[in-house]
């Protein structure tokens, strides 16, 4: 059971430059996550998806895409990536019952140069 | 707007001592209200979920209380080992899609 795998696990990007952070989860959760962590903080919520086909947005989604085609995937797409960018990026997923907390994933780690 | 405080930013004790980590909450309709451990550039690990209905949960050495009257939730470490040095993060739920809303993180260092 491997829970919820992130890749790349680190990244550099150039300014402009787009990418897709992968987050895949074994578990069948409905609930899916993804989070960034700057130095010193707390971790931010992105955007967030309670199954396939809905996506909505959380408190930082500026610059960030999401889709949600199957219920084990839930990619990140940065598009034109800009220095602010820089940070640990985590993938987290749970049940639709709250019995169960979260699993997150290991992070990626991104820098925009 | 949740806002989730944890005092002190950074803590470092002796070997063997019992300690409390502290994490405050200003909205106290949560959902639940979770702790994870991280490690240095490591993701996060479930150390302990307390459901809206409980008021504290075990594991270990570890005891976790929710007061949610008081906007308050409490990490209680036993016999602190070198080991649980890391990065304790509380979280709380918000009733809109459990969505989790994150204190800053305590830093513990265990002094052997």
């Known amino acids: 059971n491997a829970g919820v795998t992130q890749t790349p696990k680190f990244r550099i990007l150039k300014i402009g430059q787009s990418m897709t952070l992968q987050c895949t989860q074994d578990?069948?959760?409905?609930?899916m996550y993804w989070y960034r962590q700057d130095p010193g903080m707390g971790l931010k919520l992105i955007y967030y998806?309670?199954?396939?086909?809905?996506?909505d947005k959380g408190e930082v989604p500026n610059g960030y895409n999401v889709s949600r085609s199957t219920t084990e995937d839930f990619p990140l797409r940065l598009e034109l990536a800009a220095p602010s960018q820089t940070s640990v990026y985590f993938c987290?997923?749970?049940?639709?019952?709250?019995?169960?907390?979260?699993?997150f994933g290991s992070g990626t780690r991104l820098t925009v140069v | 707007k949740q806002e989730v405080t944890q005092i002190p930013a950074a803590l470092s004790v002796p070997e063997g001592e019992n300690l409390v980590l502290n994490c405050s909450f200003t909205?106290?309709?949560?959902?639940?209200l979770q702790w994870f451990r991280q490690d240095p550039g490591k993701g996060l690990t479930s150390l302990l979920l307390?459901?809206?209905?409980?008021r504290e949960q075990t594991s270990g050495r570890l005891n976790a209380s929710l007061d949610k009257s008081s906007g308050r939730s409490t990490l209680y470490i036993a016999a602190s080992q070198p080991g649980d040095s890391a990065t304790y993060l509380c979280?709380?739920?918000?009733?809109?899609?459990?969505?989790?809303?994150f204190g800053q993180g305590t830093e513990l260092s265990v002094k052997p």
């Open positions: 979280a709380a739920w918000g009733n809109q899609g459990g969505k989790l809303i």
């Open positions: 307390i459901q809206s209905s409980q």
């Open positions: 909205d106290s309709a949560i959902y639940n």
């Open positions: 987290a997923s749970r049940t639709s019952t709250d019995n169960y907390g979260y699993t």
């Open positions: 998806s309670v199954g396939a086909g809905i996506t």
């Open positions: 578990m069948n959760h409905n609930y």
